[in-house]
């Protein structure tokens, strides 16, 4: 992590600056989180799953929004000019839930505003960042960076339930608000800085002269009308919005899919929880795996690792197995992020990475869309997920087929975006 005079290199501190805002994301606040405040809002409210869920839905279509139009802006005016300010209205938001009416519509309101006013807090800002100062070591930077995202879902769930015990779940969204805004601006004003070039540095902390330029430049790469012309992007493109559908469907409702069955909230908590370690483990060998083989067989493993996961879960089983099919799950959820950004960025280059990755994300979202009230609904319908846990099952094994092929479309990549040796 030292560059060649032994210091450490600049980089690692936006690999930190993304940790945090990670762990501290939109996500968070409304995937994770959100099992956990059914059965609260379920009582005071008296909402049934199917019109909770959809509040989920809520969140992906503003994603669905917020992500070509990020893309277009850190593009064009860089990342923290756009960050530093999601952050904030971020944090308001979160605090606004802690407002909350008896109109769902409120809800779903608050569902939306959270990802689309924080839409700087997607990891395509951390990416963007993260894939100008390296690229040898690209793949294991973006792991360990984006795997924040795990810390933040191992823990948020446990101290969201302990909240809530304590003091009511209108409180716990007001001390998630301040942990936001008193951790995540600070590193995004202070650290984060967007290329190396300005601090008079190179990819990796290589020794670069002016009159040695950088072979993966920002001027490098297809343009988004470009990428769109070639099958390997439509191919990357509908592999994510699969699995969108089959992550979404399954977080969502795993901690009161497992209540359902007999486990106490504590033990489903920590079962939630368990993702978390799952997720870091995923970003970061994915990571790590990218950097030396082909990143499509990649992720194609780990998405099978959600299968076997999801089979677990639809078993009906209540044994420590579900801990198990949590960090299956986990591991797949780690990977997608940090593989889509890794591979936008080998494909198709970074001229126009934002808006490109921008667009993949939310196809991944689309299909999040469908997940969570698939679930929600086939459960008020039947009394039991166990159906939807095996169509979820199914779906997800198409992506797979669909990486795998990617194998064959080779001579659609940009010849200079090469994996490094």
């Given at each position: 992590m030292t560059n060649t005079s032994g210091k450490i290199f600049y980089g690692w501190w936006n690999v930190a600056t993304g940790f945090v805002g990670m762990a501290l994301c939109y996500g968070i606040f409304t995937v994770f989180a959100f099992g956990v405040f059914v059965g609260p809002l379920?009582?005071?409210f008296g909402w049934n799953r199917g019109e909770l869920s959809f509040a989920l839905s809520m969140t992906n279509f503003a994603v669905v929004i917020a992500s070509p139009l990020l893309g277009l802006l850190i593009d064009k005016y860089g990342v923290r000019k756009i960050l530093i300010p999601s952050v904030v209205l971020m944090s308001i938001c979160i605090a606004s839930m802690g407002l909350l009416t008896a109109n769902i519509w409120h809800l779903y309101l608050l569902y939306f505003l959270i990802p689309f006013l924080g839409a700087g807090t997607l990891p395509q800002s951390y990416s963007r960042v993260l894939i100008a100062w390296f690229n040898r070591r690209r793949g294991f930077a973006l792991g360990l960076s984006l795997s924040g995202f795990g810390v933040g879902a191992m823990l948020i769930p446990v101290v969201a339930q302990s909240?809530?015990?304590v003091a009511g779940w209108r409180v716990s969204y007001f001390i998630f608000a301040a942990t936001?805004?008193?951790?995540a601006l600070p590193m995004a004003i202070f650290f984060m800085r967007e290329s190396p070039q300005e601090m008079g540095l190179s990819a990796d902390g290589d020794t670069a002269t002016k009159d040695q330029p950088d072979n993966d430049s920002d001027l490098t790469g297809l343009s988004g009308m470009e990428a769109m012309k070639t099958s390997t992007y439509w191919l990357i493109l509908f592999s994510f919005l699969l699995v969108g559908i089959g992550l979404t469907g399954v977080l969502a409702h795993l901690y009161p899919l497992l209540v359902d069955r007999g486990l106490s909230p504590q033990l489903a908590a920590r079962c939630m929880a368990s993702i978390g370690p799952g997720i870091i483990i995923g970003r970061i060998v994915a990571g790590y795996l990218m950097d030396r083989f082909f990143a499509p067989y990649v992720t194609a493993f780990f998405l099978l690792g959600m299968v076997a996961g999801i089979s677990i879960l639809a078993s009906g089983t209540t044994s420590m197995l579900v801990f198990a099919a949590a960090l299956l799950v986990g591991m797949a959820s780690g990977s997608e992020i940090s593989e889509i950004a890794y591979i936008c960025s080998r494909y198709f280059g970074k001229k126009?990475?934002?808006?490109?990755?921008?667009?993949?994300f939310a196809a991944f979202q689309v299909g999040a869309i469908f997940?969570?009230?698939?679930?929600g609904f086939y459960y008020d319908r039947a009394g039991n997920y166990i159906g939807a846990l095996w169509l979820l099952a199914g779906i997800v094994t198409l992506p797979q087929l669909l990486l795998l092929y990617l194998n064959l479309t080779l001579t659609n990549l940009l010849e200079p975006i090469k994996l490094p040796a």
């Open positions: 379920q009582e005071e909240i809530i015990e936001v805004f008193l951790l126009a990475f934002g808006q490109i990755y921008g667009i993949m997940g969570a009230p698939l679930m």
